[in-house]
C-alpha cells in the first residue's frame, strides 16, 4: 500500500489544492517500510488527483480540501483521510493504528473574511486544532514557489552535482544545547526527496546538492539558512468573536488560519483573554541556530 501525505518541511500542509510537495510512504502489514517526498509539479486542485494516481497512491492523508477535490480523489480510488495536522510520520504511523479519522470535505468558504476557523479532531491529534480555509477551485496561475509554472520541472534553485535527482538521505537534527530536535535514524527510514529545488531549509538543501553518497558531514546553520527570524508582522491578534470556533482553542495550541490569498497559514495560540486571541505564525524554530549531522545514502536520476 502507497500512503501519500501533503508536505512542508516535516508537517502536514494544511490546504491539499496548494501543497508542492506530498511524502510518500510504502506500506505492508501496517509498517512502514520506505518514504520519499515528491514534487506536485505545479498542479492545481483537479490534477493532483492525476499525479497521485500516476504514483499508484491508495491513501491521501491531508489536513484541508474542498468538496470536489474529494470527488475527484474518490473517483480515482484513493481513500482521504482529511484534518489530519503535524509531523507526517506520525500522522501515518496514527492512521495504520487506526486512530486517524477523516474529517471529510473541510475547507469551506468564508467570503470577506482574511481568517477562518473550525475545530476537528483528528485521532492522537486532538490537542490541535485545524482552521478551514478558502478552498476556491481556481488552478495555480505560475506561482507555484519551486516550480516553474503549472505542470513543469521543479526549478532547481541550488546547484550542483545531486541537483533535480532524488536523493536519499539519513541525518539528526540538534539545537546548540545539544538537544535533539529530529532524526531520522531514530526513526528507522531515510528522507528522500528531490535534491536543489527548495523542498528543505536552504542550509540543508545547499550542503547535499553537492554531497558524494556515503559521506557524511557535519553542517552549522544560522536562522537565516533554517527557518529565519521570528517576525512581528506573524503574531496576530484577532477579536475571539470574529474568528469562530477560536473560543475553544487554548495557549499552545496550533492552529491554520486562512490569508487574504485564500491559503492556510501554520499558527501557535501564544495569548487569549475573554475577547482576544494572539496566534504566532513563526516556525517554531525560527530564530534558533541548528545543527545536521546529514548521511547521504543514495542517489538517483529522476
Known amino acids: 500500500m502507497r500512503v501519500a501525505v501533503t508536505y512542508l518541511n516535516g508537517d502536514v500542509f494544511p490546504h491539499f489544492g496548494k501543497t508542492e510537495s506530498f511524502k510518500i510512504y510504502e506500506v505492508e502489514d501496517k509498517k512502514i517500510l520506505s518514504s520519499e517526498v515528491i514534487s506536485s509539479n505545479g498542479a492545481g486542485h483537479g490534477a493532483l488527483a492525476n499525479v497521485l494516481k500516476e504514483a499508484n497512491v491508495d491513501v491521501l ?9 474529494l470527488t475527484a ?5 484513493i481513500e482521504v483521510i482529511a484534518g489530519a495536522s503535524g509531523n507526517t510520520d506520525e500522522a501515518v504511523e496514527s492512521y495504520l493504528k487506526g486512530e486517524l479519522v477523516s474529517t471529510g470535505a473541510n475547507c469551506d468558504h468564508h467570503s ?4 477562518a476557523c473550525g475545530e476537528h479532531g483528528c485521532g492522537h491529534h486532538e490537542e490541535e486544532s485545524e482552521c478551514g480555509g478558502e478552498c476556491g477551485e481556481e488552478e495555480c496561475s505560475g506561482s507555484c514557489g519551486s516550480c516553474s509554472g503549472c505542470g ?23 539545537l546548540n544545547d545539544g538537544t535533539q530536535f529530529d532524526s531520522s535514524y531514530d526513526r528507522g527510514q531515510t528522507l528522500d526527496y528531490l535534491s536543489g529545488v527548495g523542498m528543505m531549509i536552504p542550509g540543508f538543501d545547499k550542503a547535499v546538492v553537492n554531497m558524494e553518497v556515503g559521506e557524511k558531514v557535519t553542517i552549522h546553520l544560522s536562522p537565516e539558512e533554517a527557518y529565519g527570524m521570528p517576525d512581528e508582522n506573524n503574531i496576530i491578534k484577532l477579536k475571539i468573536k470574529d474568528l469562530p470556533g477560536s473560543e475553544e482553542l487554548e495557549v499552545g495550541n496550533q492552529a491554520y488560519l486562512q490569508n487574504a490569498y485564500g491559503g492556510a497559514v501554520a499558527v501557535r495560540v501564544v495569548d487569549k483573554t475573554e475577547e482576544e486571541i494572539t496566534f504566532d505564525a513563526n516556525h517554531e524554530l525560527a530564530g534558533k541556530e541548528l545543527n545536521f549531522e546529514i548521511e547521504l545514502v543514495s542517489v538517483k536520476e529522476d
Open 112 to 115: 470577506g473574511e482574511d481568517h
Open 61 to 69: 492523508i491531508c489536513g484541508g480540501l474542498g468538496g470536489g477535490a
Open 73 to 77: 480523489l474518490t473517483e480515482a480510488g
Open 152 to 174: 513543469g520541472t521543479p526549478e532547481v534553485i541550488y546547484e550542483g552535482k545531486n541537483a533535480g535527482k532524488t536523493v536519499s538521505v539519513h541525518y539528526r537534527g540538534t
